[in-house]
């Protein structure tokens, strides 16, 4: 059920061991960091080590979606992508418009965390509450 404009579930995509797993986002982040850069910016440092490589399989990359994405609501279809820049060596956040967040909350998923790093080139398959990691 949506609650305050959150599915509350994440995608946690690791591309080194190919595992996938959905977690729920609890309650008390979505209300204390609100928004995409916030809940994508928390999903993000945490636990992440200081002083990584950003080009690094250590870095990871955090899709994230607002509460109004995907509504009716104008200027709201925009999603955050949220990383360590390889270029200056700080936190990057930019954020695209286009369809792509809205499908990802149609999909059931407020955020997308990709970790690792794939020893060949493949893409994630996100679909009604489920996902794949093909080549």
């Known amino acids: 059920m949506v609650d305050f404009g959150y599915w509350k579930k994440l995608l946690r995509v690791n591309l ?3 595992q996938i797993t959905i977690e729920e986002i609890p ?3 979505i209300t204390k960091y609100m928004g995409a850069k916030g809940i994508g910016a ?3 440092i945490n636990g ?4 990584i490589d950003p080009l690094s399989p250590e870095n990871r990359i955090v899709i994230a979606t607002g509460p109004f994405q995907g509504t009716d609501i104008q200027s709201t279809g ?3 992508t949220i990383t360590k820049s390889p270029l200056t060596n700080i936190f ?3 954020y695209c418009g286009g369809m792509f967040g809205p499908s990802l909350k ?5 955020l997308v965390v990709i970790e690792g790093r794939s020893e060949r080139p493949v893409y994630i398959s996100i679909n ?3 996902a794949q990691i093909k080549d």
Do not use: P, W
């Open 16 to 18: 080194t061991t190919g």
């Open 27 to 29: 309650e008390e982040i």
């Open 42 to 44: 928390y999903y993000f």
């Open 48 to 51: 992440l080590k200081k002083g």
């Open 78 to 80: 925009r999603f955050a």
């Open 92 to 94: 990057l956040d930019t």
């Open 106 to 110: 149609r999909c059931g998923f407020d």
């Open 128 to 130: 009604d509450n489920t």
